[in-house]
């Protein structure tokens, strides 16, 4: 059973920026995409970009050129830059794990003045 660990959530103005970590208790980098899911108040879950195994990132449409995923596979970590946040982008963020269907547990975003 692999462990996902967000981190670094929190409240920023809008314009602000984040960097969230997901930290994975096994080295699964390099053998799975990793996703990374959000989760609006009152909202259904929505995948927001990936990253896979090769290193390659796609993202969804409405956020390209805000986020970036990147990784630090020797630390197991897993990383979702926000640049330019917006009050829709409050929501608890979670990372994913293809390969086995992890999730961990979330890590909450308000953007907020």
């Known amino acids: 059973q692999v462990q996902l660990v967000e981190s670094g959530g929190g409240l920023v103005q809008p314009g602000g920026s984040l960097k969230l970590s997901c930290v994975a208790s096994e080295d699964i980098f390099s053998v799975t995409t990793m996703d990374w899911f959000r989760q609006a108040p009152g909202k259904q879950r929505e995948w927001v970009g990936m990253?896979?195994?090769?290193?390659?990132?796609t993202y969804l449409d409405s956020v390209k050129g805000r986020f970036t995923i990147s990784r630090d596979s020797a630390n197991s970590v897993l990383y979702l830059e926000i640049n330019n946040l917006k009050p829709e982008d409050t929501a608890v963020y979670y990372c994913h794990s293809f390969l086995g269907d992890y999730w961990g547990r979330g890590t909450q975003v308000t953007v907020s003045s």
């Open positions: 990253i896979t195994s090769a290193g390659t990132a």
